[in-house]
C-alpha cells in the first residue's frame, strides 16, 4: 500500500471494493487479449469498462480494413467470439482464483446483436399482447436470451426460457 492510501476496513477486514474488482478483471482480460491480436498479428484497440456487475472489454479496429480482420476473430455467429470471451475469462480466474462474468465484444458484434436482439424482443412482445397467445422464439444463447429478456420486460411483459442447451429459447408470454 502506498502512502497517504487508505482502505476501507469493516469489522476489522478490508472491506471489499467490487468496482476495483471488476477493473482488475478488466486490466487482466485487456493484457491477455493484447498478448493474443499480438500472436495473431492482428491490429486492435482494448477498451475496458464495467456495466452493471461485470467488467466488458471490447476489441476495436485500428486504421482501414482493421474491423474486417477483427472479424475473423468473430467467427460465424460469434463462435469464435463466444470460445475466446471463455478463454478470457478462463486468464482471468487463473489470476484472481474467481469466476468472471466478464463480456468480450469484437468489432461491435455483440453490440449490433445486442440491438438487433432487442428489436425481436419488442417486436415478440407486441405480438403476444395482439395476439394474446405466448410467442415463442427461436433458440439462442444465454446472451442472446438475456437481452430479449430484457426488452420484453422493458415492453412490459414476462418472458421465460425453456428447453436444453443448445435448443433452449425464450418464450413471451400475454400480459
Do not use: W
Not at 94 to 116: H, N, Q, V
Not at 156 to 172: A, F, H, I, K, T
Request: glycine share 10%.
Amino acid at each position: 500500500m502506498t502512502e497517504g492510501t487508505v482502505t476501507p476496513v469493516e469489522n476489522g477486514e478490508p472491506k471489499s471494493d467490487p468496482l476495483g474488482h471488476l477493473e482488475q478483471e478488466g486490466e487482466i482480460a485487456a493484457d491477455y487479449l493484447e498478448a493474443l491480436l499480438d500472436i495473431a498479428d492482428l491490429d486492435g484497440d482494448i477498451d475496458m469498462d464495467v456495466e452493471g456487475d461485470r467488467a466488458s472489454v471490447s476489441i476495436i479496429g485500428e486504421g482501414p480494413g482493421a474491423e474486417r480482420s477483427l472479424l475473423r476473430l468473430v467467427g460465424q455467429d460469434g463462435e469464435v467470439l463466444e470460445a475466446l470471451q471463455e478463454l478470457t475469462r478462463l486468464a482471468v480466474h487463473r489470476e484472481t482464483g474467481e469466476r468472471s462474468r466478464l463480456m468480450l465484444d469484437i468489432a461491435g458484434f455483440r453490440a449490433r446483436k445486442r440491438a438487433e436482439l432487442a428489436e425481436l424482443g419488442a417486436q415478440a412482445a407486441k405480438e403476444a399482447k395482439e395476439a394474446g397467445a405466448p410467442v415463442k422464439l427461436r433458440p439462442m444463447t444465454p446472451f442472446e436470451r438475456k437481452v430479449v429478456h430484457d426488452a420484453v420486460a422493458a415492453a412490459g411483459l414476462r418472458s421465460e426460457s425453456e428447453g436444453e442447451e443448445p435448443q433452449r429459447c425464450v418464450v413471451v408470454l400475454p400480459a
